[in-house]
């Protein structure tokens, strides 16, 4: 865990200090009002707006799906201000779905608003389960992240004749996944989420049989078990290759043709969409709980199958070179979860 005080806002001491730990669970009905529908909100932090817009791969379902529950605050949605979701009782909106990873003061204050006002809270994509492809900034400190993107010298501040609410809100010292700053109740992985887990999640939210929290929307089992590729056991390989220098066979495991697919140490759940269409995985739904950190389970899986069947230092060597052609070691192994698996200066 990141301490509290690597993300606390200065500009909020009272939302740091008394974080808001009120439950709401309801023992007699965990999840759903069966006279009126579910309030939702849906909201998003350091996000791309992709979590936004997965809605739409569940295709015409969402106008059915949307029927059925209320949008309590959705700003990408509906005009709604801060000050609306302030206005709101505690507990008042049945399931928040917050996407992005919490990386300003305002994602800070935002996230330990909604789970006020919330009886569940959805960590919903990668960034908000994981950190995601964000969180792999806290390789550098914010001082250097503002000189590459912004410049030299540059400042979060009001523009020059503007008022304090023009006012850029401050990095937190690093991008931490959701379950950082409040409790998370459930989450449904992805970047964005695939159609399958979310109708899975709002399957399970209509029909009022939400698991017990804390919950992933994701399978157990590896992808590699949905894979429709056929796998060797006796396979090695001693190249690796990177997606855009080969042509991969249509049938065979990518891993096994040199490409890095994180299959085998990452929750099935989206039909294995990537592999199927010749695109290694690349992890977005996170480790399986028995995988754990992604980057050292799928580095074992790695060193396992590049060994060459004779012993002797000039077989050690083919196999150091045959690792050392992965670029990018951090980005590969890390891209959704550096944020929570990976400690940072
Ligand atoms: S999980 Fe992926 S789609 Fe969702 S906000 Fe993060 S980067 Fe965008
Ligand atoms: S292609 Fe990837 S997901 Fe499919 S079997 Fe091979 S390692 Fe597993």
């Known amino acids: 865990m990141y301490r509290e005080k690597d993300m606390e806002p200065k500009s909020s001491p009272d939302l740091a200090r008394h974080p808001p730990d009120v439950t ?21 932090t350091g996000s791309c707006g992709g979590c936004d817009v997965s809605f739409l791969e569940v295709g015409e379902a969402v106008v059915e799906i949307l029927s059925h529950v209320e ?5 990408a949605l509906v005009d709604v201000k801060r000050s609306d979701l302030e206005a709101l009782p505690p507990g008042y909106i049945d399931f928040s779905l917050i996407n992005g990873v919490i990386r300003t003061e305002e994602n800070y204050e935002m996230a330990k608003l909604l789970r006020a006002k ?18 792999l900034a806290n390789n550098w400190g914010k001082e250097e992240i503002f000189a590459v993107v912004f410049g030299p010298g540059f400042r979060p501040g009001s523009p020059v004749g503007e008022d304090n609410e023009a006012q850029l809100p401050d990095l937190i010292r690093v991008a931490v996944p959701l379950e950082e700053v409040v409790r998370v109740d459930y989450a449904v992985p992805g970047c964005p989420p695939p159609a399958p887990l979310i109708d899975r999640f709002f399957g399970a939210l209509l029909s009022g049989e939400m698991p017990e929290p804390p919950y992933v929307f994701a399978n157990v089992k ?3 078990e ?5 796998r060797h056991d006796d396979r090695r390989i001693e190249r690796i ?21 994180l299959g085998p ?58 690792l050392e052609a992965l670029a990018d070691p951090l980005g590969t192994f890390y891209m959704y979860s550096f944020g929570k698996y990976r400690r940072v200066r």
Request: net charge negative; charged share 20%; with cysteine.
């Open 24 to 44: 709401y669970h309801d023992s007699t009905s965990r999840v759903t009002r069966h006279a009126s529908r579910p309030r939702i909100a849906v909201y998003w």
């Open 71 to 75: 949008i309590a605050f959705w700003p």
């Open 118 to 135: 919330s009886r569940y809270i959805v960590a919903y994509g990668a960034c908000a389960h994981l950190g995601g492809v964000p969180s």
């Open 222 to 224: 590896a992808l590699c």
């Open 226 to 230: 949905e894979c429709p590729r056929e």
């Open 241 to 261: 290759h990177r997606p855009h220098e080969i042509v991969p066979d249509p049938k065979e495991c990518l891993l096994e043709q040199g490409l890095i697919c």
């Open 265 to 322: 140490v990452t929750c099935g759940g989206c039909d294995a969409l990537c592999p199927d269409a010749g695109m290694p995985c690349t992890g977005c739904l996170g480790p399986t709980p028995e995988a754990g950190d992604p980057g050292a389970a799928m580095l074992s899986a790695l060193a396992s199958l590049v060994r060459f069947e004779d012993e002797g230092e000039q077989y050690f060597a083919k196999e150091d070179e045959a």
